[in-house]
């Protein structure tokens, strides 16, 4: 593995290094340009002295120098380290100012091989660079006129030397510059990540909550003052505050699920159980006592119905449940109605039966028989639990229909879970409370239509109101 594949990619070091990278090409670039800028005005300098140097190499120079003589004595106004050569027609001659130490400059014959050298040096009026056998590199010129013809360099060590110093001097500041960016970014970069590190801990003690089962207590949320969404850091811990509180009302709803299924299975099987026992309790009265076989297996027929019934509808909300679709065909709503309240009356005179309907029929696109089902359910649960002499009011509208009663309604309590299955508002399991499926029933055919019912209920007037999509 390389080893940057083992270093750490944390933002800090991402942000750290890109400021460190940008400061010292910024560094690098103002010192290349320096010291460019640097070099150039330093041979420029020493091209005006070279110059100067060939001028004063003269012993009458040319009209286009304009050099003003220095003092004559040793070095004629040169500097230490000028080579000046002459060459005639038949001989060269040429010397190098040499520093003498405490004493005057000493005037020191080149040798042969410098001056033709020297020799070679084009007459153009440029400058050019050459390296002087034992003497280094000079910047040196030719005349282009005059007798004998001339030539004068200087050298050149000194300004590389001050062109080195620099560049030294600029390595070092560069690194000392990158140094303490790298200083100053990762502490103000900590600084200013510091808020994100505190939203990740939240992040990491959520994750850290024991989320599989059962009910949770998820009180982590990012602190107020990190929520600020004017800022990156606010927008992540409000988008993390807003996933935490999601995934708690998931958590909220999948326990109550849980419940449900829990409290489901354990009325199913009480509803299942009751029934068997039954059964089996007659099967034997009637093994032991043959005279009492035709009641017996009259409640055993009695309470086979009860328990037909009960799979049934459990089935059919599983099936709903489950998402099967059902038939969308034409229903007349209307019809459906009379029909639902003229059984009514007839199954239960002591109740005043009220149908109001639109002078239009009423068509709605849905399963013909499970809307009956709910229209009975309804009528049913209404039967079942306002007194005798009570009058139930079915109005029909575009769109569903109301069934409204005058009877005692359900208490506070129980209107919330009023639709859950095996909900009744007794707290005995008994038949004549039926098993606590009616409303659930209704909710679950309704919703499979891709509508809603609605339970508005006070004593003396309670309403179930059923929307349905046209």
Do not use: C
């Not at 200087?154 to 960016?181: K, M, N, R």
């Not at 499970?370 to 049913?380: A, D, G, K, M």
């Amino acid at each position: 593995m390389r080893l940057a594949d083992r270093l750490p990619r944390t933002l800090t070091v991402r942000l750290v290094a890109v400021a460190v990278l940008l400061v010292a090409v910024s560094a690098l670039l103002i010192a290349l340009t320096t010291t460019v800028a640097m070099r150039s005005y330093l041979y420029g300098q020493l091209d005006d002295d070279v110059r100067g140097a060939l001028g004063r190499s003269y012993a009458d120079p040319p009209m286009d120098f304009h050099v003003e003589r220095g003092p004559e004595p040793e070095g004629r106004g040169q500097r230490i380290g000028t080579v000046t050569a002459q060459f005639y027609a038949d001989y060269a001659t040429g010397d190098l100012l040499a520093d003498a130490g405490r004493g005057p400059a000493d005037f020191e014959p080149l040798p042969e091989d410098a001056l033709r050298i020297l020799e070679r040096v084009p007459p153009d009026g440029r400058i050019h660079t050459i390296t002087l056998p034992e003497l280094g590199s000079y910047r040196v010129m030719a005349a282009r006129e005059g007798s004998p013809r001339s030539v004068a360099g200087l050298p050149v060590d000194e300004v590389d030397d001050t062109i080195a110093s620099l560049v030294q001097w600029e390595l070092l500041a560069t690194l000392l510059g990158v140094a303490g960016a790298a200083a100053a970014g990762t502490l103000v970069v900590r600084r200013q990540l510091a808020p994100l590190r505190e939203v990740a801990a939240t992040a990491h003690r959520v994750a850290e909550l024991p989320l599989a089962s059962g009910e949770i207590q998820m009180t982590e949320r990012v602190p107020e003052r990190l929520t600020d969404e004017r800022t990156e850091v606010g927008q992540v811990g409000s988008a993390l505050n807003t996933m935490l509180d999601h995934v708690e009302a998931s958590l909220d709803q999948r326990h109550r699920s849980e419940q449900q299924v829990r409290q489901f299975v354990a009325d199913a099987s009480h509803e299942l159980r009751t029934p068997l026992a039954t059964i089996a309790g007659y099967t034997e009265l009637a093994r032991r006592r043959p005279e009492t076989s035709g009641t017996a297996l009259d409640k055993v027929e009695t309470e086979s119905s009860r328990m037909t019934a009960l799979v049934e509808d459990l089935l059919l909300l599983a099936r709903l449940d489950s998402g099967r679709p059902l038939e969308r065909e034409p229903v007349d709503l209307s019809r459906l109605l009379l029909e639902a309240v003229d059984d009514a009356r007839v199954v239960d005179p002591e109740r005043s039966w009220r149908l109001v309907l639109p002078d239009a029929p009423i068509t709605v696109p849905g399963d013909a028989d499970r809307l009956h089902q709910v229209v009975t359910n309804l009528l049913t649960n209404a039967r079942r639990h306002t007194p005798p002499g009570s009058t139930v009011t079915v109005t029909g509208s575009t769109g569903g229909f109301t069934v409204h009663d005058d009877g005692p309604g359900f208490s506070p309590e129980l209107v919330p879970r009023a639709f859950e299955r095996f909900t009744r508002g007794d707290a005995a399991r008994t038949r004549a409370g039926g098993a606590g499926l009616g409303l659930s029933m209704v909710h679950a055919i309704v919703a499979a239509h891709g509508g809603t019912v609605d339970l508005a209920s006070v004593p003396g007037d309670t309403t179930l109101t059923v929307h349905l999509p046209t």
